[in-house]
């Protein structure tokens, strides 16, 4: 079946700081890929996406590349802010009509101190 | 604006009462879901709808049970048989077909307490 590995967490960085969380994933299908932020007491919110091998997926300064030959959709940011602190979730989407549902990884909380 | 609504925020269950989740959204979209999200577990599929008065289980659909007569409106029930309700629940939704584009739409949320 469809799969998602994360890293797992917590992860505490500094301010201004590199950020790489990893994620790859198995699908029986020729998937889209997402990640998703959640804020404390908060629903999800799409940060960005890629539907197809080597597109790239960017917004608010994060960045994943779809890479089909690792199977992975690492999700990285040049210098992180205290308000980037939240818990991120990979996900995919295997095109499947009737049948269509995401996948979740088990989400990486990210804590960034000043 | 559109978006998904959830209510209510909080809500708390005495053992062996059956409560019921609301989820409305006015996006026009086909297809809704219900998660369950629990610490260190990420979420997990309880059930999801393609289209109205059709909805199909997910991963963990034992005590639970939805229904789908409005395409506006996907309420959850979270039912007795249900042994280990608490947790926070989510539901979404998405256009269909979308198959290669959108993700999905979350409603902010019921975080449920059994007493």
């Known amino acids: 079946g469809d799969s998602v590995t994360q890293m797992e967490g917590p992860v505490t960085l500094s301010e201004e700081a590199f950020l790489t969380i990893n994620c790859t994933y198995t699908?029986?299908?020729?998937?889209?890929l997402f990640w998703y932020v959640q804020y404390p007491g908060e629903g999800l919110q799409l940060l960005l996406k890629?539907?197809?091998?080597?597109d790239k997926g960017s917004n608010k300064g994060f960045e994943a590349t779809y890479r089909k030959e690792t199977t992975s959709f690492h999700l990285e940011k040049g210098s992180v802010q205290v308000s980037d602190s939240a818990v991120y979730f990979c996900?995919?989407?295997?095109?499947?009509?009737?049948?269509?549902?995401?996948?979740f990884g088990t989400g990486t909380r990210l804590t960034i101190i000043p | 604006d559109g978006g998904i609504t959830q209510s209510p925020k909080y809500l708390f269950r005495k053992e062996g009462q059956n409560v019921t989740l609301s989820c409305e959204q006015n996006?026009?979209?086909?297809?809704m879901y219900w998660y369950r999200q629990d610490p260190g577990q990420g979420l997990r599929l309880i059930y999801y709808?393609?289209?109205?008065?059709?909805?199909q289980k997910g991963d963990i659909a034992e005590g639970y049970s939805v229904s789908r007569e409005k395409k506006e409106s996907f309420p959850l029930t979270v039912t007795s048989a249900q042994k280990n309700p608490t947790a926070f629940y989510l539901c979404?939704?998405?256009?269909?077909?979308?198959?290669?584009?959108?993700?999905?739409?979350f409603g902010s949320g019921t975080r449920l307490t059994v007493v």
């Open positions: 996900a995919l989407k295997v095109a499947n009509f009737g049948n269509e549902k995401l996948t």
């Open positions: 996006l026009n979209h086909d297809a």
């Open positions: 890629a539907t197809k091998a080597d």
């Open positions: 699908a029986t299908g020729y998937p889209s």
């Open positions: 709808s393609q289209i109205v008065n059709d909805f």
């Open positions: 979404a939704s998405t256009t269909v077909p979308g198959v290669l584009g959108p993700g999905y739409t």
